[in-house]
T-cell receptor
Framework: GEDVEQSLFLSVREGDSSVINCTYT??????LYWYKQEPGAGLQLLTY?????DMKQDQRLTVLLNKKDKHLSLRIADTQTGDSAIYFC???????????????FGKGTKLSVKP | KAGVTQTPRYLIKTRGQQVTLSCSPI?????VSWYQQTPGQGLQFLFE???????NKGNFPGRFSGRQFSNSRSEMNVSTLELGDSALYLC????????????FGPGTRLTVL
């Protein structure tokens, strides 16, 4: 079945790099996403990667995809206290009509950044 | 432009009642998806509507239903509420094509007593 797994907690010091890992199961997923959720807020799309890519960099964010192992990671360089939030990995399995309305989310990784 | 709006933001109901939640997508967006977020189960997909038609459906009982209007606004309804329905209900909108980003609203926090 479809399942996305990620570790629940990560604690880093301000200025360090953070690496959040995720494994997914559906090889048909064409896009893989990273979302951020701050307390009391909805989800904010941080970045995404197409399944035929190995890496994508966007300012402080680097996404690595190992399609063979179905492993996705998000690296945040120079982590700041404002990066403290819950980070969700999500995959979008192929659906009728090719829509991406159905995202399968991991349980989220709570990132705590200590000053 | 305005983001996705959800009303109400907070709601308290008792078991057995029914509830209707509303979502207004970003102007021009035709797809609206609904998700349930709980501490135990995380984020789970409920259903997606596109041009007033349900395009995808998650694994939720028939007590959960939805609809979409011609202006793309969507409502979801939960009948015969159970304690386990207490959750944050998130709505997301997109243009509707396969590579379009979904934009999430702030959610409706439903508490069932």
């Amino acid at each position: 079945g479809e399942d996305v797994e990620q570790s629940l907690f990560l604690s880093v010091r301000e200025g360090d790099s953070s690496v959040i890992n995720c494994t997914y199961t559906d090889s048909s997923s064409t896009y893989l996403y990273w979302y951020k959720q701050e307390p009391g807020a909805g989800l904010q799309l941080l970045t995404y990667i197409f399944s035929n890519m190995d890496m994508k960099q966007d300012q402080r964010l680097t996404v690595l995809l190992n399609k063979k192992d179905k492993h996705l990671s998000l690296r945040i360089a120079d982590t700041q206290t404002g990066d403290s939030a819950i980070y969700f990995c999500a995959e979008s399995p192929l659906n009728y009509g090719g829509s991406q309305g159905n995202l399968i989310f991991g349980k989220g990784t709570k990132l705590s950044v200590k000053p | 432009k305005a983001g996705v709006t959800q009303t109400p933001r907070y709601l308290i109901k008792t078991r057995g009642q029914q509830v209707t939640l509303s979502c207004s997508p970003i102007s021009g967006h035709r797809s609206v998806s609904w998700y349930q977020q709980t501490p135990g189960q995380g984020l789970q997909f409920l259903f997606e509507y596109f041009s007033e038609t349900q395009r995808n459906k998650g694994n939720f009982p028939g007590r959960f239903s939805g609809r979409q209007f011609s202006n793309s606004r969507s409502e979801m309804n939960v009948s015969t509420l159970e304690l386990g329905d207490s959750a944050l209900y998130l709505c997301a909108s997109s243009l509707g094509a396969s590579d379009d980003e979904q934009f999430f609203g702030p959610g409706t926090r439903l508490t069932v007593l």
